[in-house]
């Protein structure tokens, strides 16, 4: 993978979090894949297709809309970093918020084997 095949990738992945669509994120993870947002948003990572179901599940159903912009990517060998803005409208609370955030995320057989979330 280059990182042409790593931006197809990142616009197909980003696309399926906009679309809330579970099943379309899960196409781009490994069977084994590890994601990371702890200790910010979670107590501890999630492992595998069925644990990032249920995180993924929970969160597009809080939040009725999901807009991410790719600020910078940098890719070497399997290794990806990513600077992105995330806004939300969260339904239960009515209000928008925006994050800031980084990424870096390992690649394996063009999915996504691990995910490491750094919040702003």
């Given at each position: 993978?280059?990182?042409?095949?790593?931006?197809?990738?990142?616009?197909?992945?980003?696309?399926?979090?906009?679309?809330?669509?579970?099943?379309?994120?899960?196409?781009?993870?490994?069977?084994?894949?590890?994601?990371?947002?702890?200790?910010?948003?979670?107590?501890?990572?999630?492992?595998?297709h069925e644990q990032c179901r249920e995180?993924?599940?929970?969160?597009?159903?809080?939040?009725?809309?999901?807009?991410?912009?790719?600020?910078?990517?940098?890719?070497?060998?399997?290794?990806?970093?990513?600077?992105?803005?995330?806004?939300?409208?969260?339904?239960?609370?009515?209000?928008?918020?925006?994050?800031?955030?980084?990424?870096?995320?390992?690649?394996?057989?063009?999915?996504?084997?691990?995910?490491?979330?750094?919040?702003?």
């Amino acid at each position: 993978m280059n990182i042409e095949d790593f931006r197809l990738f990142w616009q197909a992945y980003t696309a399926a979090l906009m679309a809330r669509n579970v099943d379309q994120v899960l196409a781009c993870y490994t069977e084994d894949v590890v994601y990371d947002e702890s200790p910010m948003m979670m107590s501890e990572p999630r492992q595998g297709h069925e644990q990032c179901r249920e995180y993924w599940s929970k969160v597009f159903e809080a939040f009725s809309s999901i807009t991410i912009s790719t600020t910078s990517i940098a890719f070497n060998n399997d290794r990806a970093w990513v600077e992105w803005t995330m806004s939300n409208f969260h339904a239960a609370a009515k209000t928008h918020i925006e994050i800031r955030g980084a990424l870096v995320i390992t690649m394996r057989d063009g999915k996504l084997a691990h995910e490491r979330l750094f919040l702003d």
